[in-house]
């Protein structure tokens, strides 16, 4: 792979003090492809892509946007970057409608000099649209984003995230307070995001989510590197195994089919 | 992939109950401030005499705007998620600092400036002021509880210290020897004396303009209710909605020229038949009638509501009757008799109501007919009380007004209850007839409005010779409603606004989109300072001295009205107009209490009721707005 990706990272390290967040982490992302970074709690996960989305800067090691390298000073630099992040707990208010959570702290806007107000009928017809172009038929764009389910937040975000020019995509454990129905509109979100040509970084702790939409895997354990896999070098068992430290979760797995608990398919992907 | 396609969407619509019209209307948070400040209205209108003239209107309008600027400023802010305790201080200490800037040197040791010069500076002063308050929350991460607690005793310290170190007194003045006082006393304390401008056309203005405003207030509702017509509009409709309007203001007419009871009855029946014709010409032309209209057979759990509700209404009228007094003396503790029988009224009247529109809500299932029915009934208890108060009372002001008031009510409630079993309501959305209904809302309010401004500028030639007392409304009254009317624009259509909402709900998430958090906090503490700065300038110009004292305290007054008019403690959630009607509520309990003739200590007894009675609500509003669409 001798061509420049879209977003590179390469031997990424983060430290607190004398604490190891991150070690020698390398990667890369390619547009119109997702990319998912796999790991257990506390595998360093958050710090990485807190680094990504500018939130703090890494210690060591470089990211390159196009082959150029780059630093992201605050969130706002890596947003003027085309790296947009969709947080666990949502960068949205809950009491505010749809539309003004569409297009909050990027409001159209009418008129003049100190004279300016929001283009009410502009800016709901666009979330309107922008929602559609997601399959989402929003009945009023002046609901309050609290009465969504958690999957048409996640789209909200996400379909906020696409019109606003994004390239990069990361895309914080979107699924992980979700129950299945929903974790599969989420899914189908992103797949939709990747094709229309955006790179996604989808950050889970679980591999049977991951597996089916991924085309990379970054595979992290107690803030290092497991790996950094295509799709059709892995399987899902391994990556599952990867995760956890390998042996420890097999020991485990052989143990709970013992008991006749699980069964191999449990693990495997559903269709 | 293939695999993930499967799952769409489901469609949403079908786990959204519709609502009524009502149900639509009741979600604005400011609704429940506005039916507090009717029933408060009503309440000390019945149990006070110079309640509901235009002098009492002009006291409350007076004592409102002063804390009503304030209270708007303060809403802001707590949409935004903070508070400012130093606000009322602030109010004092603008008022003083302006004086002491435009005093000469030699008198009192003041600045000696022109007002030209003082109250701009004064301004800046008063921003600078907020923008410490912002600055010093956003850097500290301390509650604006702690901050501005700090800013409030500074300000009452440098009030008190300054006033005594320059002129060695606790209050300062006067205003009215410095340079350019004319020019600013016309912009903030001018007034304008009612019982020089005459206008005998007053009352004919105020009645066109406030049936008017009624009649397209019902009209709204109307579209907002019922299902339009599947079929063609039919213009039949239109010619019996014209024969019937003209009916209706013959009675109307009928009304207002025979003063007894025989041509009173008279007019409020032509008045019935005309409305009735009239609305069932508008339904026809434009509504889908109904096919099936169900029985007339009432279910036993409805008939015991309605014997509960028609016993308590018994209990209302005999309260009406037994103490009837126009003696305002007739003390019966803590209540003067009318104010007795003004509060049996309305607990009896309000309670047998409310079961008997249980009753109503609960016979629909069983169809329209049995529905309507319990309307009907409730329209004619509503008239039979209307001419109650009109044959017994004493008192002119109930015989006159409430016998108006009561009339129209129970018109309303009969004509709504005949075409509810005549006409579908609509039970899906349309944004189309709501939009309309939204528009016709707006204008009956304008034009209710414009009818009460005529009413309270203007005196007639009858009046003046009944020597009724004078009213005089001053520029503070103009300042608070053209801060109101600015603060609601900013707050709903403006990026500012937008994003006060968004600090004060969820502060993390709006930095994480690019919203300026910090400038935004810093600019609201500087809109209630600079509102502050407001309020100053209208004490010093009309008061000519403030006191060392004067606002201290207050502060509480404005979270109370802002809380009243529907804003979370909490940030996030409510409106500018919420703390303005907060504002009229407080301002009538501070000046009923004294009308009513009770010791005008009780005034915190009544914020305190106020205040625990919205704190309660302000729950059931947040869950209604995280739950329901605006």
């Known amino acids: ?14 430290y607190y003090g004398n604490i190891i967040a991150l070690k020698g982490v390398s990667t890369s992302v390619n547009a119109g492809e997702v990319t998912c970074v796999l790991g257990d709690n506390g595998a360093g996960k958050s710090t990485f892509i807190k680094t990504l989305a500018g939130v703090h800067q890494q210690s060591e090691g470089t990211i390159r946007m196009n082959g150029e390298e780059v630093t992201f000073d605050s969130p706002r630099d890596a947003l003027d970057h085309g790296i947009a992040t969709v947080y666990q707990d949502l960068a949205m208010v809950p009491l505010m409608s749809v539309w003004r959570n569409f297009f909050l702290g990027a409001e159209p806007t009418k008129g003049f000099g100190p004279f300016t107000w929001i283009d009410k009928a502009k800016a709901k017809q666009i979330a309107k649209d922008e929602m559609a172009k997601m399959g989402i038929d929003i009945r009023d764009t002046e609901q309050p984003v609290g009465t969504l389910s958690g999957g048409e937040r996640q789209s909200v975000a996400i379909a906020r995230a696409g019109y606003f020019g994004a390239k990069v995509l990361i895309l914080d454990e979107p699924t992980s307070a979700l129950g299945v129905k929903q974790s599969g509109v989420v899914l189908k979100r992103i797949v939709e995001a990747r094709n229309a040509g955006l790179a996604v970084i ?6 049977r989510h991951a597996y089916p939409v991924g085309n990379r895997f970054l595979i ?21 195994q990867l995760m956890a ?27 | 992939m293939s695999d993930t396609t499967a799952t769409a969407a489901p469609p949403s619509d079908e786990r959204l109950a519709y609502r009524g019209v009502f149900q639509r209307l009741f979600i604005r948070p400011e609704i429940g401030a506005m039916i507090g400040a009717v029933g408060i209205w009503v309440f000390f209108w019945a149990v006070s005499i110079p309640f509901g003239t235009a002098n009492g209107a002009s006291g409350i309008l007076d004592t409102a705007s002063i804390l009503g600027i304030m209270a708007v400023a303060v809403s802001v802010l707590m949409v935004g998620g903070e508070f400012d305790l130093s606000s009322g201080a602030n109010t004092g200490a603008m008022g003083m600092l302006v004086i002491l800037l435009s005093k000469e040197a030699g008198e009192f040791g003041g600045a000696g400036l022109t007002l030209w010069v003082a109250v701009p500076l004064s301004l800046v002063v008063a921003l600078g002021i907020g923008f410490f308050n912002g600055w010093m929350v956003e850097r500290t991460k301390l509650p604006s509880f702690i901050v501005t607690l700090g800013t409030f005793f500074v300000l009452r310290g440098a009030k008190l210290g300054f006033s005594k170190l320059i002129v060695d007194q606790i209050q300062v003045g006067d205003i009215r020897d410095a340079h350019g006082y004319d020019f600013w006393y016309a912009i903030f304390a001018s007034e304008w004396d009612r019982t020089t401008h005459q206008l005998e056309a007053r009352d004919a203005i105020y009645t066109v303009a406030v049936l008017g405003g009624i009649a397209l207030i019902v009209l709204a509702l109307y579209e907002m209710q019922f299902e339009r ?19 209706t203001v013959a009675g109307i007419v009928t009304l207002h020229v025979t003063d007894d009871i025989a041509g009173n009855v008279l007019g409020a029946a032509i008045i019935a038949v005309g409305s009735l014709v009239g609305l069932h010409g508008y339904a026809t032309w434009r509504f889908e009638p109904i096919h ?6 009432l279910a036993p759990d409805v008939l015991r509501l309605i014997g509960i509700g028609v016993g308590s209404l018994v209990l209302a009228y005999l309260a009406a009757i037994i103490w009837d007094s126009d003696n305002a003396d007739n003390f019966f503790f803590p209540f003067t008799y009318q104010g007795f029988r003004a509060t049996l009224m309305m607990v009896f009247g309000g309670a047998g109501f409310t079961v008997l529109a249980v009753a109503a809500n609960r016979a629909r299932r069983d169809g329209h007919l049995a529905r309507s029915a319990i309307g009907l009934l409730m329209g004619l208890l509503t008239a039979v009380v209307a001419f109650v108060v009109r044959a017994q009372s004493e008192s002119v002001k109930f015989r006159a007004e409430a016998f108006s008031v009561l009339l129209a009510i129970a018109l309303m409630i009969v004509v709504w209850a005949v075409l509810g079993s005549l006409f579908e309501e609509r039970i899906r959305t349309n944004a189309r007839a709501d939009k309309l209904g939204g528009r016709l809302i707006a204008g009956g309010l304008v034009m209710i409005a414009i009818g009460m401004f005529f009413k309270l500028m203007f005196t007639i030639q009858a009046e003046i010779d009944a020597d009724i007392a004078p009213a005089k409304f001053s520029m503070r009254n103009f300042w608070f409603i053209v801060f109101t009317v600015v603060m609601v624009w900013v707050l709903g259509n403006t990026r500012f606004g937008s994003w006060t909402f968004a600090v004060g709900g969820n502060k993390e998430a709006a930095r994480q989109v690019g919203v300026p958090a910090a400038r935004t906090k810093t600019q609201l503490f500087m809109l209630v300072s ?7 300038m209208l004490l010093a110009f009309r008061l000519n001295t403030i006191q060392a004292n004067t606002g201290n305290g207050l502060e509480f007054d404005y979270i109370i009205a802002a809380v009243v008019g529907g804003t979370l403690l909490t940030g996030g959630y409510g409106t ?25 200590d009780w005034r915190f007894l009544f914020l305190g009721v106020i205040l625990l009675l919205a704190v309660v609500a302000n729950r059931s509003i947040r869950t209604r707005a995280e739950s329901l669409r605006r």
Do not use: C, Y
């Open chain 1, 1 to 14: 792979m001798a061509e420049s990706h879209l977003l590179e990272l390469d031997d990424i390290s983060k």
């Open chain 1, 202 to 207: 989808f950050i889970t702790h679980n591999p």
């Open chain 1, 220 to 240: 992290l354990n107690r803030g290092h590197s497991m790996g950094s896999f295509a799709k059709h070098e892995i399987s899902i068992d391994e990556l599952t």
């Open chain 1, 245 to 271: 430290g390998g042996a420890e979760l097999q020991a485990l797995e052989h143990e709970l089919e013992a008991a006749g608990t699980i069964s191999h398919d449990d693990l495997t992907t559903p269709d």
């Open chain 2, 229 to 247: 017509r599947r079929d063609a509009m039919k213009s039949a409709g239109m010619i019996e909605f014209a024969i019937g309007l003209g009916v």
């Open chain 2, 292 to 297: 099936d209209r169900g029985s007339l057979v």
């Open chain 2, 530 to 536: 600079g509102a502050a700065w407001l309020v100053g």
């Open chain 2, 576 to 600: 500018a107009l919420g703390g303005a009607i907060g504002a009229l509520i407080v301002a009538m309990g501070t000046l009923g209490i004294p009308f009513a003739r009770w010791n005008s």
